[in-house]
């Protein structure tokens, strides 16, 4: 059984790589052949490419921008090169679109639905829809997110013509599957990839060490969403170093911890005392490892968190933007955290059987 990803497998981030691993490493561990396919957006090129475009605006800014970049680029670089050692370590070997065929090509997991506002018209890419010259005999979606869903009657019509490209359909939102199923489709709603791999599997295929020999804080900064005077009085009250780190590519925020790798991204969410997190990934793996977390994110993509930790009893971690941080202890045992994931290894495995008797529907 040969199995085909299609996904963001080269975004310079945490998340995107991470769940692409963990998608390869499950179906693996099953008994097929899998392989990542190579198709890369011009939209994510522009993002990630180590030697960007000067974003527009006015001879100042650009100047500005420039000079920042300059100063940046030696941490910039280390980044670039971990994250490609990583890419070469873990998911390799990747396939062109033409080089090999497939019995089953997944799609996803990540946000490869979201609308593209440049490349495509405000539409989603039509090759994460299957629109593609890719040789299987059947396509899944995987565990797909949408981003922030957006309803327009041009969207809707172009859900209609591509969901039936589909044999099976798995989403990750609620929102999503609840949009999926005004259209008349039926998707199952799974969750994120990096949740079929247990902490100490993580640790095992990551060779995870601890990184920082003190009592930390961890703030992964996605988005500025925290109001950093409490995180930092916090920190003081407990007698814990403050550790940032970003999820941006090219970030110019100060004090971050620059370069880290998405094995260290893991090991410095294991071994925090705390996590406070405007990333998905980041409130991911503090369930995963389950730590003490906090998480807050732009508004436009509240609900995709919100999706989750209402799954597992834990919605109070999210907090709107600036306002107070909700500190207290985690009991994981009163949780529903381990029936949310042993019931997701249930239909993720009912699935993988599907797929490899060559039964999807």
Known sequence: MRIGIVTYHKAHNYGAMLQTVATKTYFSSLGAEVRVINYWPPSLNAVYKLFPQIPAGTVFSKVKWLIFYVIRFPTTLRRFLKFKRFENAYLEPVYSQEDEKFDVVLYGSDQIW???????????????????????????????SAGNLIRTPQID????????????ITVRERQLQDYCAKLGFVATR???????????????????????????????????T?????????????????????GCAKSFWKGERS???????????????????SSFHGMAFSLIYQKDFCVSFSNETNW??????????????LIDPYSDIVTSHIDYSKTMLKQA?????????????????????
Not at 350 to 358: A, F
Request: charged content about 25%.
């Open 226 to 246: 925290f109001d950093m005077k409490k995180i930092k009085a916090f920190c003081r009250a407990r007698s814990l170093r403050l550790i940032v780190i970003s």
């Open 190 to 224: 799974i969750l994120d990839p990096v949740f079929l791999l247990s902490s100490s599997e993580w640790d095992r295929l990551l060779n995870i060490n601890r990184l920082v020999s003190a009592d930390y804080a961890l703030l992964y900064r996605l988005h500025d």
């Open 114 to 144: 979201r609308c593209e506002r440049v490349v495509f018209s405000g539409m989603p890419d039509p090759f994460y829809f299957g629109q593609n010259n890719l040789q299987t005999k059947r396509s899944i979606s995987f565990a797909v």
């Open 157 to 168: 019509d172009f859900y209609r013509r591509h969901l039936p490209k589909f044999d099976v």
């Open 304 to 317: 995709r968190a919100q999706s989750l930790l209402l799954d597992v009893g834990l919605e109070t971690r």
């Open 259 to 277: 370069g880290v790798c998405p094995q260290e991204f893991v090991s410095l969410v294991k071994h925090a005392s705390f996590v406070f997190s």
């Open 341 to 361: 994931i042993d019931e997701n290894l249930c239909e993720v495995q009912k699935l993988g059987v599907r797929i490899l008797n060559g039964k999807e529907s």
